[in-house]
């Protein structure tokens, strides 16, 4: 039983380069979040998608898009990365809003 | 903005101590989780408390939401090795938004 996974687990990046975080999950799960972890300051969340078909800014948007691409799926598209975007990323889903969240293992993104 | 303060931050305990970890905020919330994150993996859920004053126990851990729905805290009886990591709190806030906790991170030594 997979739950969710990311891809990928580690990525270097230069600023001002593009990349996609890939997210699924095979709980048939309506609701999908991105979220980012840094010292000190736990878990923020980037987007959410409360179903499929639609996606809402969470407390810390600016920099990124998302796209959910079905119900399985939800991606994080940094358009051109800042080292301030220097991360590790968590996507999570849940079957609705208030209900636990499964998290994946995260993606450890350097920006240099 | 609702914030969700955590303390300790860091704790280092021998192994067979007692300890308790608070969660507080101003902000009232609907329900409350509790989280444990290892090295290198996502948090996972340990509890979840909905009513004002609830108390709920998994094993040696004992959970309890304030009565007013502002606060919480953990509390770990004889605590093992096995228990270390990092323990997030996470308030929801409504519109499909969880608040996560600043952290404790927890060390129990052999």
């Known amino acids: 039983n997979a739950g969710v996974t990311q891809t990928p687990k580690f990525q270097v990046l230069k600023t001002g380069q593009s990349m996609t975080l890939q997210c699924a999950q095979d709980?048939?799960?309506?609701?999908m979040y991105w979220y980012r972890q840094d010292p000190g300051m736990g878990l923020r969340l980037i987007y959410y998608s409360a179903s499929e078909g639609t996606t809402d800014k969470g407390e810390v948007p600016n920099g990124y898009n998302v796209s959910r691409l079905n119900k399985r799926e939800f991606s994080l598209r940094l358009e051109s990365a800042a080292p301030s975007q220097t991360s590790v990323y968590f996507c999570?889903?849940?079957?609705?809003?208030?209900?636990?969240?499964?998290f994946g293992d995260g993606t450890r993104l350097s920006i240099l | 903005t609702q914030l969700l303060e955590q303390s300790p931050q860091f704790l280092s305990i021998q192994e067979g101590e007692n300890l308790t970890v608070y969660c507080n905020s101003s902000?009232?919330?609907?329900?409350l989780q509790w989280y444990r994150q290892e090295p290198g993996e996502g948090p996972v859920l340990l509890v979840t408390?909905?009513?004002?004053?609830e108390v709920k126990k998994l094993k040696r851990l004992t959970f309890q939401f304030g009565d007013a729905r502002k606060d919480s805290s953990l509390h770990i009886t004889a605590a093992q090795p096995g228990d270390t990591g990092l323990y997030l709190c996470a308030g929801f806030s409504g519109t499909y938004k969880y608040i996560f906790g600043t952290g404790t991170r927890l060390k129990v030594l052999a």
């Open positions: 999570a889903s849940s079957e609705v809003g208030e209900s636990a969240q499964h």
């Open positions: 902000s009232v919330f609907s329900s």
């Open positions: 709980m048939n799960h309506n609701s």
């Open positions: 408390v909905v009513t004002g004053g």
